[in-house]
T-cell receptor
Framework: GDSVTQMEGPVTLSEEAFLTINCTYT??????LFWYVQYPGEGLQLLLK?????DKGSNKGFEATYRKETTSFHLEKGSVQVSDSAVYFC??????????????FGAGTRLFVKA | DTGVSQDPRHKITKRGQNVTFRCDPI?????LYWYRQTLGQGPEFLTY????????KSRLLSDRFSAERPKGSFSTLEIQRTEQGDSAMYLC????????????FGPGTRLTVT
């Protein structure tokens, strides 16, 4: 079945450091890919998405490129801020067994950014 | 847009009891999703509705779990004969249909089975 694997955390960085959070997936179909973020005390919210190969999703300085050849969707940011401290979830959305959509999430990667 | 709401926010129940949770999606959204999330894990897909039709259900969902969306608006998730392993955060999300749209998540219902 479909699955999402992302790097384990926590990831601890100093402010203005470069961030990469790795995400790879397996899927039987041709999924859409997402990064969701959960800030402390808040609900999940979409950070960015990509719907086809070589698409680049971007938002708030974060970027991720849909790489079909390596089945990856790594999240990057050139200069993190303390306010980026959160849990980041990689996810895919694909057609399920009965024709409806299902969304599969990775386990999440907690990011701590130190001032 | 008032967001996705869930009720109750917290539920403590004894093993063997039945519980029911409610989700009110964003009004113009006709897709609705239920997830379960345990500590340190990502949301686990449970089921998905397009309007009132339940189009997808996880194989992990036992027969003790049932979900409804009778008029294509709010949805309920019922767990019968709760077990301690059912303790988790139950999340609801909604989205528009017709393409790949982001899901808007509710605050969740935290279930504790004692």
């Amino acid at each position: 079945g479909d699955s999402v694997t992302q790097m384990e955390g926590p990831v601890t960085l100093s402010e203005e450091a470069f961030l990469t959070i790795n995400c790879t997936y397996t899927a039987t179909g041709y999924p859409s890919l997402f990064w969701y973020v959960q800030y402390p005390g808040e609900g999940l919210q979409l950070l960015l998405k990509a719907t086809k190969a070589d698409d680049k999703g971007s938002n708030k300085g974060f970027e991720a490129t849909y790489r079909k050849e390596t089945t990856s969707f790594h999240l990057e940011k050139g200069s993190v801020q303390v306010s980026d401290s959160a849990v980041y979830f990689c996810a895919l959305s694909d057609l399920g067994d009965t024709g409806g959509f299902k969304t599969i999430f990775g386990a999440g990667t907690r990011l701590f950014v130190k001032a | 847009d008032t967001g996705v709401s869930q009720d109750p926010r917290h539920k403590i129940t004894k093993r063997g009891q039945n519980v029911t949770f409610r989700c009110d999606p964003i009004s113009e959204h006709n897709r609705l999703y239920w997830y379960r999330q345990t500590l340190g894990q990502g949301p686990e897909f449970l089921t998905y509705f397009q309007n009132e039709a339940q189009l997808e259900k996880s194989r992990l969902l036992s027969d003790r779990f049932s979900a409804e969306r009778p008029k294509g608006s709010f949805s309920t998730l019922e767990i019968q004969r709760t077990e301690q392993g059912d303790s988790a955060m139950y999340l609801c999300a909604s989205s528009r249909s017709g393409g790949v749209y982001e899901q808007y998540f509710g605050p969740g219902t935290r279930l504790t089975v004692t």
